[in-house]
């Protein structure tokens, strides 16, 4: 599971869905959430952990682009290869970010340590934890 600590900067929010804002060292980004709860309130100024999933990271060169907005460059520190998955871990900024893909896609890339990646997570797959 991929952690990181932020804080909320913005939201804004449209029938029972919010788009969360969220700094992380100076880079921002976002969640897409259904609904903001009174027992769960989220606001601006809040101290949060964005969680998100290896499966839910996906890899492309730095020249790409993408639409989304949870898109970052940063340099491959270690490859685990399986039989059908690797584990490719990136440095984010001194976080550890994992990204789990195929190894088609890996040896399609020609992922490398100390290369450098675009990594993607999609803001509905963010989940946030008030801290």
């Not at 685990?80 to 990204?99: M, P, S, T, Y």
């Not at 992922?111 to 999609?122: M, T």
């Amino acid at each position: 599971m991929n952690i990181l600590k932020g804080d909320i900067v913005s939201i804004k929010e449209s029938d029972s869905l919010m788009l969360v804002f969220m700094e992380v060292e100076g880079h921002i980004f976002n969640s897409l959430l259904l609904e903001n709860s009174d027992e769960n309130r989220l606001e601006v100024g809040m101290d949060v952990h964005l969680i998100f999933k290896e499966t839910e990271v996906t890899l492309a060169t730095t020249d790409s682009i993408v639409s989304e907005r949870n898109s970052f460059v940063s340099k491959i520190t270690h490859i685990e290869n399986g039989k059908v998955l690797a584990n490719i871990r990136l440095d984010f900024l001194g976080h550890d970010i994992n990204a789990l893909i195929t190894k088609g896609a890996l040896h399609g890339l020609k992922c490398k340590v100390g290369d450098e990646f675009q990594w993607i997570v999609k803001a509905s797959e963010v989940t946030l934890q008030t801290l």
